[in-house]
């Protein structure tokens, strides 16, 4: 395809407003967005920071006031005709017949696609649904449902595949089910864009990633140099917390209590915190660095970035995989 030294999808400067009984909201605000070819890319941000309101740009469902976007090199929407056979994608709440098997809601919609029937056993195979496919959807679990939405993306064996917030509602066997799914489709070759306000879920998965808040970008990069270029926190153990905090606060340490423990946020040397205390005559019992995720990465590059986002932002938490704003229809 000569994609290799391409990007899956480009952004530059993209803006979109709506209007609503106070005036002008701005829904994405400049963004300029780049998922390279190959691999998950993660893109991130609290519910309403604009990520379901960019993929709706990218798959032309709704046009930008300005700015660009391209998809493997074509500017949408105007070229979308041109690449849309490439692109599978889930932005909505998944359409198929309750009463009719999996199976034969695939086929429906190969015919209706234009794509081969024989296409419909290789995707229900790709996401595990062979077993099932002679089930009624209307008994599927709803992570099951969202497998069957994903092989209704791959009947056109799409080089790109969006997923938008793809886990919502599902219970951790559904969750840990799509993320091997998105992982398995990324080891062959596809590229998977995947938006979600549940960092610690895509930080398992992810190689690269988008961080935006406020329908701006704050971030961008593999997930191993973002955590790596963070400032990491220390949790010590210390007798008296009070002065202990008050020093550290003194020396521009950002410091919260946690059950007695002291946890002490953007430092770069651990060092400096030990001397620091050691000035003041004050000694630690312990100190443990607490290992950077992107739940720290995504705290620090936005800060104090108001009460939607604190409260709307989900963190999983679990180890990293080192390399909007509902789910569901499939395009």
């Known amino acids: 395809m000569g994609d290799e030294h391409q990007l899956a999808i480009s952004t530059r400067g993209l803006r979109k407003t709506y209007r609503t009984r106070q005036g002008r909201s701005v829904g994405v605000q400049g963004l300029d967005l780049d998922v390279p070819v190959g691999g998950v890319h993660g893109f991130l941000g ?3 920071s604009g990520k379901t309101t960019t993929i709706r740009m990218l798959l032309g469902l709704i046009r930008p006031d ?3 976007a391209q998809i493997f090199g074509h500017e949408v929407p105007r070229d979308l005709p041109a690449v849309i056979d490439r692109v599978g994608a889930i932005v909505e709440s998944p359409k198929f017949y309750p009463a009719f098997s999996g199976r034969r809601n695939l086929e429906l919609l190969a015919t209706g696609i234009g794509a081969p029937r024989t296409e419909v056993d290789r995707v229900l195979a790709e996401v595990g649904l062979t077993e099932r496919a002679k089930d009624k959807f209307r008994g599927y679990s709803l992570g099951m449902k969202q497998r069957l ?5 791959l009947l056109k064996d799409p080089d790109l595949l969006i997923f938008d917030e793809p886990t919502n509602g599902l219970d951790p066997a559904g969750i840990k089910e799509i993320r ?5 489709l990324a080891d062959r070759g596809k590229t998977v864009l995947v938006s979600s306000h549940i960092l610690g879920e895509v930080e398992q998965v992810a190689d690269t990633v988008s961080i935006v808040s406020r329908g701006t970008l704050v971030a961008q990069g593999r997930v191993a140099d973002l955590i790596g270029a963070s400032t990491q926190s220390v949790r010590l153990c210390i ?5 202990a ?4 606060v003194e020396a521009g340490y950002a410091v919260r209590d946690d059950a007695g423990v002291l946890v002490v946020d953007g430092v770069a040397e651990s060092s400096h915190v030990t001397r ?11 100190l443990v660095p607490v290992r950077a995720d992107l739940e720290s990465v995504f705290l620090e590059l936005t800060g104090d970035d108001g009460p939607g986002a604190s409260h709307e932002i989900a963190f999983a938490g679990a180890g990293a995989r080192q390399p909007g704003d509902q789910g569901g229809e499939a395009a």
């Open 149 to 153: 939405a994903i092989a209704a993306t």
């Open 245 to 248: 905090t008050f020093a550290l």
């Open 66 to 68: 300005s700015g660009s």
């Open 239 to 243: 007798t008296d917390t009070s002065a």
């Open 46 to 48: 609290p519910n309403g």
């Open 180 to 184: 091997s799914t998105m992982r398995s």
């Open 276 to 286: 620091v205390l050691a000035d003041r005559g004050l000694y630690l019992s312990e």
